[in-house]
């Protein structure tokens, strides 16, 4: 305002300064100036005036000063900053706590379901409780262990819903670059960890102890661990639910079908010799990850089981359940951690396919279509004939 007083141009009282300014240096009010009052400086004249005042002014100089100091400091590099962009380890670390503080907060993501799982774990205690060694306690050791690799596992389906909202948030800040897909899946799989191996390691110890099921901390390490192999192989595999199924309860139903398909298929309400060829046997059998948890619980629970009638757990093994006692325990186990590294990675796979696939949609959609227009003569009409025109 001081600037343009000085210059014969000071700001009416009771006017916007910004308005003034504009109106003083811009040859859109040419016009209005023009139908006004006479003795209006023009426009142009205005800003060769200003213009020529400013380049003499003390504060013209200074700029100048200023700006060749920058352009000499930038010329040395002194002003060059590198990219401050986090390192791939650093990413997983904020984006591992962040979830783990997420999980903690919420209480539908692993809290509801713990209590879920302490009820039902109460639940089959007193329902298997002291099952003994008779002929009968083999149908119910093997029905508990089926319980607890089926039904137990199946609901963690249940934090599906607050997964889709991370993958919402995922989905934001990947296309502001922040992070990208492979540490999404690392920051996510690390932070579940501890929560999986509560909900595994409490219920478990429930529904072990009360049963009376194969005593020794060996044989209830190995029931822990594969309890937690199946609830993170079933969040991975709902992890590719939700990366094609966004919906909650589509993605719900999904995962339950699927999970269902697989029960039907392990190799316990049909033996797996018993399994029809097509479809169930070959390959449902062989690619449900139950397969691999019934014969890792009903190893580690019958081998060296002594059962009334000089009958081993072995024996068992064989002729009742028809496992295959080829390899040990820990191969299924293995197994298991490798179908969850494996879904992960498919995980990984579709989130990147879909990150570069979406431009090629876009771009393929927003080609405009080319419009034929097509006449049709009708035959009905009647045609001009020459002899009928007239000239003028």
């Known amino acids: 305002m001081q600037f343009f007083a000085l210059n014969g141009f000071p700001c009416p009282?009771?006017?916007?300064?910004?308005?003034?300014?504009?109106?003083?240096?811009n040859k859109d009010f040419q016009e209005?100036?023009?139908?006004?009052?006479?003795?209006?400086?023009?426009?142009?004249?205005?800003?060769?005036?200003?213009?020529?005042?400013?380049?003499?002014?003390?504060?013209?100089?200074?700029?100048?000063?200023?700006?060749?100091?920058?352009?000499?400091?930038?010329?040395?590099?002194?002003?060059?900053?590198?990219?401050?962009?986090?390192?791939?380890l650093t990413q997983c670390i904020v984006l591992t706590s962040r979830s783990f503080v997420n999980m903690y907060r919420d209480l539908g993501y692993y809290w509801f379901r713990l209590g879920v799982y302490v009820l039902?774990?109460?639940?089959?205690?007193?329902?298997?409780?002291?099952?003994?060694?008779?002929?009968?306690?083999?149908q119910a050791r093997g029905s508990l262990l089926m319980f607890v690799a089926s039904f137990l596992t199946f609901m963690t389906i249940g934090g599906f819903p607050s997964f889709?909202?991370?993958?919402k948030v995922f989905e934001r800040e990947r296309l502001n670059g922040h992070y990208?897909?492979?540490?999404?899946?690392?920051?996510?799989?690390f932070s579940a960890l501890p929560y999986l191996a509560l909900i595994s390691l409490i219920p478990g110890a429930i529904v072990y102890d009360l049963p009376g099921l194969h005593k020794g901390y060996q044989h209830f390490t190995y029931?822990?661990?594969?309890?937690?192999?199946?609830?993170?192989?079933?969040?991975?595999?709902?992890?590719?639910?939700?990366?094609l199924v966004p919906n909650y309860l589509t993605g719900i139903i999904t995962g339950a079908g699927i999970q269902g398909l697989m029960i039907l298929g392990g190799g316990f309400f049909r033996l797996p010799n018993d399994l029809p060829h097509p479809f169930w046997?070959?390959?449902?059998?062989?690619?449900?990850?139950?397969?691999?948890?019934?014969?890792?619980?009903?190893?580690?629970?019958?081998?060296?089981?002594?059962?009334?009638?000089?009958?081993d757990g072995e024996q068992v093994l064989r002729d009742n359940w028809q496992l295959q006692m080829g390899y040990s325990k820990w191969v299924d186990l293995a197994i298991l951690f490798g179908m969850v590294v494996f879904y992960r990675l498919v995980f990984l796979g579709i989130v990147k396919t879909v990150e570069k696939m979406k431009p090629v949609v876009k771009a393929f959609m927003s080609v405009p279509m080319k419009r034929t227009t097509q006449i049709m003569e009708n035959p009905y009409t009647t045609p001009p004939q020459e002899d009928k025109i007239l000239y003028k």
């Open 164 to 167: 889709v909202e991370d993958m």
């Open 223 to 243: 029931f822990v661990l594969l309890l937690f192999a199946c609830m993170l192989l079933v969040e991975s595999l709902m992890m590719i639910v939700a990366s």
């Open 120 to 138: 039902l774990g109460v639940g089959l205690a007193t329902v298997f409780s002291n099952l003994g060694t008779d002929n009968n306690s083999i």
């Open 32 to 88: 209005d100036i023009e139908k006004g009052l006479a003795g209006v400086v023009p426009t142009q004249e205005a800003i060769d005036i200003l213009t020529k005042s400013y380049k003499s002014s003390d504060s013209y100089l200074q700029v100048r000063s200023q700006v060749a100091e920058i352009c000499k400091a930038q010329d040395s590099g002194a002003l060059e900053k590198k990219s401050t962009h986090a390192d791939f």
């Open 281 to 311: 046997k070959y390959p449902l059998y062989y690619i449900a990850f139950h397969k691999y948890a019934y014969q890792g619980m009903f190893k580690n629970e019958f081998e060296g089981l002594k059962f009334d009638n000089n009958l």
């Open 180 to 189: 990208g897909a492979t540490a999404f899946v690392f920051g996510n799989t």
């Open 13 to 25: 009282t009771l006017q916007n300064p910004s308005d003034h300014f504009l109106k003083t240096i």
